[in-house]
């Protein structure tokens, strides 16, 4: 494609000259002699770069920019001028000029300055058009109609213009991630930038290490000086995953970063400041932890300002099936593939299974169903679960301890059978599989076995 740039001024022997170098440089000159010519010639080239006077026959490069502006909010436009002052480029760059250059200009000046006004296009584009994916693609935490994410939406809602920690308790799995990234794009410092850490993926020098970064010489290996992931963080957001995992020496440096907003890299003898939101999340009971005197007390309170606790995906069974189709829409997107939909029985066989895994098993047991099947409906037959998971946690919490797998599985494929009026068919669908897994595995049970 040929690059096309626009020149709007009234003097031929200026025209002449730039349109000489511009057309060396390999670029399509199109010329306009004042405004309302350059108007009517814009509109029809639509160049990628505009270079204009200021002062024209028939008006200024003030009047002319809004009109040119509301033709291409993007095209890069440069005004040049023979009485250059601060008023004349603080008016033209706020009616839409990207850059202001007096004359007579350095042509090889001009040439610097078009291609860093095309390089500040592209980055507007590409910025743009990260906004629609993200836009497109984002996930909705908040999806369902239960009331149990329904009071979660207003309470977040309800705090997310604040800087107050917060910290989001449920269990693995459950979108606690999914919440923070939602806290951060509506809150305040949704254009600086988001960190995030799991505190339970490192050993305790190396999780110092990355959060607060080290001098030079600091320790063994320490050829040169690193930023933490606090300090990139400054002014957006660090979002703590597990913080339940914390080593406890380490935990009076985060007090003193919550408390002081300060804090020392490794190695270092000086005190740097800070300024990010924090938001944590654990799936452990953190009260039961400072009671044992595995996490500091001080930190809890400190971190608990705003308790946010994400219900668990069988406490919103009714949610099941608006997250099934949105996650089955977008992994149809990943995969290629259009319009997948879950049969009445997929939907029951997952409305029927427990999810210890929570949101994050629901995703990966549909992925496992679209990639094995080719049809464009999914069958409780295309669904696999580990049935040994299929026990609820109130039956896991002593009652099964000392039960192997396999004496699990069988005591509940008989009380889903016995739940099912012992009918096959109808049980296969509450757990999940095909009915001819289901007759082989009854093959091997035996009552009072």
């Known amino acids: 494609m040929s690059k096309r740039i626009l020149i709007i001024e009234d003097d031929r022997a200026i025209r002449f000259a730039l349109r000489d170098f511009l057309e060396g440089n390999g670029w399509v000159v199109t010329e306009a002699d004042g405004c309302a010519a350059g108007e009517r010639a814009f509109e029809l080239e639509r160049p990628m770069v505009v270079l204009t006077d200021y002062m024209l026959p028939d008006g200024n490069a003030v009047e002319l920019l809004p009109r040119l502006r509301a033709i291409s909010s993007t095209t890069p436009i440069i005004v040049l001028t023979g009485h250059g002052s601060v008023e004349l480029a603080v008016q033209a760059m706020r009616q839409g000029a990207d850059d202001f250059l007096t004359k007579p200009v350095s042509l090889t000046t001009l040439a610097v300055i078009i291609d860093r006004a095309l390089e500040r296009q592209r980055d507007r584009q590409r910025a743009m058009v990260r906004q629609v994916r993200q836009q497109r693609t984002a996930v909705d935490p908040f999806l369902g109609t239960s009331a149990a994410i329904r009071k979660l939406q207003d309470q977040a809602q309800r705090i997310v213009s604040t800087d107050r920690p917060v910290l989001l308790l449920g269990e693995t799995g459950s979108g606690k991630g999914v919440i923070t990234r939602w806290l951060h794009e509506n809150g305040p410092r949704r254009s600086e930038p988001f960190v995030d850490l799991n505190c339970a993926s490192l050993p305790r020098e190396l999780l110092e290490s990355e959060l607060f970064g080290f001098e030079r010489g600091a320790f063994t290996g320490a050829v040169a000086a690193k930023v933490g992931l606090l300090e990139m963080a400054n002014r957006g957001t660090l979002f703590l995953d597990e913080i339940g995992d914390m080593e406890l020496s380490l935990q009076p440096k985060l007090l003193k970063v919550l408390e002081d907003q300060t804090f020392r890299r490794v190695g270092a003898v000086k005190d740097r400041q800070v300024d990010a939101r924090l938001i944590a999340a654990t799936h452990q009971e953190l009260p039961t932890l400072v009671s044992e005197g595995k996490f500091r007390g001080d930190l809890y309170f400190r971190i608990s300002?705003?308790?946010?606790?994400?219900?668990?995906?069988?406490?919103?069974?009714?949610?099941?099936?608006?997250?099934?189709?949105?996650?089955?829409?977008?992994?149809?997107?990943?995969?290629?593939?259009?319009?997948?939909?879950?049969?009445?029985?997929?939907?029951?066989?997952?409305?029927?299974?427990?999810?210890?895994?929570?949101?994050?098993?629901?995703?990966n047991v549909l992925e496992r169903s679209v990639l094995l099947s080719a049809r464009d409906e999914i069958h409780p037959s295309d669904l696999s679960f580990d049935m040994a998971r299929t026990v609820t946690p109130a039956a896991t919490s002593g009652e099964t301890d000392h039960l192997t797998l396999d004496e699990v599985e069988r005591r509940h494929i008989i009380r889903v059978m016995e739940l099912s009026g012992g009918k096959v068919e109808v049980a296969a669908t509450k757990l999940g599989v095909p009915r001819s897994t289901l007759y082989q595995r009854l093959k091997t049970i035996r009552p009072g076995k």
């Open 305 to 363: 300002t705003i308790p946010l606790h994400v219900p668990p995906l069988r406490e919103r069974k009714e949610d099941i099936g608006e997250l099934a189709r949105r996650l089955l829409d977008r992994l149809a997107g990943e995969l290629g593939r259009q319009g997948i939909v879950l049969t009445d029985g997929a939907l029951e066989a997952l409305e029927a299974y427990p999810w210890p895994g929570n949101v994050r098993e629901l995703r």
